[in-house]
């Protein structure tokens, strides 16, 4: 628990709770927006490389599969070693 010099715990609890959410939810849409901004200029760089468009294709998806494999196991940490904050 967090004490507060007014003993106003809960508030205080909360406060550092909706500061962790927004902390993880800027993270993530600054990675997301990071992966929408490659989308807007790898394909023509792959292309200009060699690549084709089933290769340009696979990169892309593999990003998905790896995320669609991790969050399973990234759960099954999360349950086995506790939330901390």
């Given at each position: 628990?967090?004490?507060?010099?007014?003993?106003?715990?809960?508030?205080?609890?909360?406060?550092?709770?909706?500061?962790?959410?927004?902390?993880?939810?800027?993270?993530?849409?600054?990675?997301?927006?990071?992966?929408?901004?490659?989308?807007?200029?790898?394909?023509?760089?792959?292309?200009?490389?060699?690549?084709?468009?089933?290769?340009?294709?696979l990169?892309?998806?593999?990003?998905?599969?790896?995320?669609?494999?991790?969050?399973?196991?990234a759960?099954?940490?999360?349950?086995r070693h506790?939330?901390?904050?």
């Open positions: 628990w967090i004490y507060s010099s007014e003993g106003n715990t809960h508030a205080l609890l909360r406060s550092n709770k909706m500061l962790l959410l927004l902390t993880i939810n800027l993270t993530n849409l600054g990675c997301h927006s990071v992966f929408s901004i490659l989308a807007a200029f790898f394909p023509q760089e792959a292309k200009a490389k060699g690549a084709t468009d089933e290769m340009v294709g990169i892309f998806a593999s990003f998905a599969c790896v995320i669609f494999v991790a969050s399973p196991l759960a099954r940490l999360m349950s506790g939330k901390s904050y």
